[in-house]
């Protein structure tokens, strides 16, 4: 199958987000979308990988399989033409090229923000399905637990899963390090825009769990809240609630509100400790900071943290691609060994045939023990002639050469060629 392993992919590199939406699937619409392909092409091999940036088909098989998986997405999906969306995917048929697109999205290359720590989970989740679905191989399972294992490579070796690298996520790690000795901390978001609609996403990565979302239009932050698992309150309890709240985050600009230092004095002592603007302009006076145990945090503070970390992991690509070069040439290596395992096997059961025909012609004439002894000599002599071939492909596998030696080996002893086309 690793000579035949393709990608159907479209991401946020050529699509834009309207497309993204519409092709965008769930579990289980992941899982329908593996039945399908299961039941209706001659796929294997099948992982079906769909975030909010990408949505991927990865498969092994001879013919082309792109136009049907289209229409099976589009089928999934609940539309019937898929002329809109064909245009925005990219069918890589190399096997070479769609393994390393493989390496680079699990490992977060490919990411918007590079080194995303969450692309890595996705891709787990995703494994599981297709394992459930039955529809992973030993090439497969090899190729994602080799992942896998580079993933911990790079986290242990390089800074590039180090940091967060975009506002929204750095903005949840400085109140994950703001509150760490607060119990339950209680997060109160003001504004449901594409900034804090990415802060409350980010969340749910987060053990801080307890979030409470306001927006002017009340129903833009039910919804938020729902896909989020936050609470929505109406815009007329803010003051209320930012009186019981630990950490106020705002994203709504300042010229449509403000929080000023004399509001906040009056809520007394349990007014929020920390507050933390991303809105331009500023909504939360930068005064605050002279009220006894307040914090003020604001955008460039985020941005600076931000920055810092993606310039680190900028740094680290290219130990993080050795990495994955050394990860990839070993599991050529091993795909190679399984390009030819099946000839050896059939070249051994030649062999074994030919030995059992001509043992049944003479061990008759023999006694028990002549026909041990015979048995075990003409075992050992049948090993060693196959250690030889063996030897010479494993040789030609590290040379890149095996092709040659198989098909050589086959129209020798007459193998079957479709069994050693692995």
């Not at 109160?188 to 927006?215: H, P, Y």
């Not at 007329?236 to 010229?255: F, K, R, Y």
């Not at 941005?303 to 810092?308: K, V």
């Not at 002639?385 to 890149?400: F, S």
Request: with cysteine.
């Amino acid at each position: 199958m690793q000579n035949q392993f393709k990608v159907l992919t479209l991401s946020y590199k050529q699509a834009p987000i309207a497309v993204r939406e519409a092709v965008a699937l769930n579990e289980i619409g992941c899982r329908n979308l593996l039945d399908k392909i299961k039941d209706f092409t001659q796929a294997q091999d099948v992982l079906v990988l769909s975030t909010c940036n990408r949505t991927e088909v990865y498969y092994a098989a001879e013919k082309d399989c792109s136009k049907e998986i289209i229409k099976l997405l589009a089928l999934e999906k609940g539309f019937i033409a898929t002329s809109e969306i064909a245009p925005y995917f990219r069918h890589l048929t190399q096997p070479q090229e769609a393994v390393q697109h493989l390496f680079q999205v699990a490992l977060g290359l490919e990411s918007q923000v590079v080194g995303d720590m969450q692309i890595m989970n996705q891709v787990k989740n995703a494994y599981q399905w297709a394992t459930d679905a039955n529809v992973v191989g030993p090439f497969l399972h090899r190729l994602l637990h080799t992942i896998f294992f580079t993933n911990k490579r790079i986290v242990n070796e390089t800074g590039f899963k180090d940091g967060a690298a975009s506002v929204s996520y750095a903005t949840v790690e400085l109140v994950e390090e703001l509150t760490r000795k607060i119990e339950n901390p209680k997060v109160l978001m003001l504004g449901v825009g594409e900034i804090g609609a990415n802060v409350c996403d980010n969340f749910q990565k987060s053990e801080v769990r307890n979030i409470t979302i306001a927006n002017r239009t009340h129903h833009k932050a039910v919804e938020l809240a729902q896909k989020c698992n936050a609470t929505a309150i109406y815009w007329e309890n803010v003051w209320e609630a930012m009186a019981q709240a630990d950490v106020v985050i705002s994203s709504v600009p300042g010229d449509c509100f403000f929080i000023s230092k004399e509001v906040v004095e009056k809520m007394g002592e349990h007014r929020a400790s920390f507050f933390v603007d991303l809105s331009m302009p500023r909504s939360i006076d930068s005064a605050l900071e002279e009220l006894p145990h307040t914090h003020v945090y604001n955008i460039d503070n985020i941005r600076n943290r931000a920055t810092e970390a993606l310039e680190l992991r900028l740094a680290a690509i290219p130990a993080v691609k050795e990495i994955i070069a050394e990860a990839m040439a070993e599991f050529q290596a091993w795909t190679r060994d399984m390009g030819m395992s099946p000839a050896l096997q059939q070249f051994k059961n030649r062999l074994e045939e030919i030995r059992q025909r001509e043992l049944a012609r003479y061990v008759k004439q023999l006694g028990e023990q002549e026909r041990e002894l015979v048995e075990t000599i003409t075992k050992n002599i049948l090993n060693k002639i196959v250690k030889m071939p063996a030897l010479e492909l494993k040789a030609a596998c590290q040379r890149g050469e095996s092709e040659a030696l198989i098909e050589g080996l086959s129209a020798l002893f007459n193998l079957e060629r479709e069994t050693v086309a692995a």
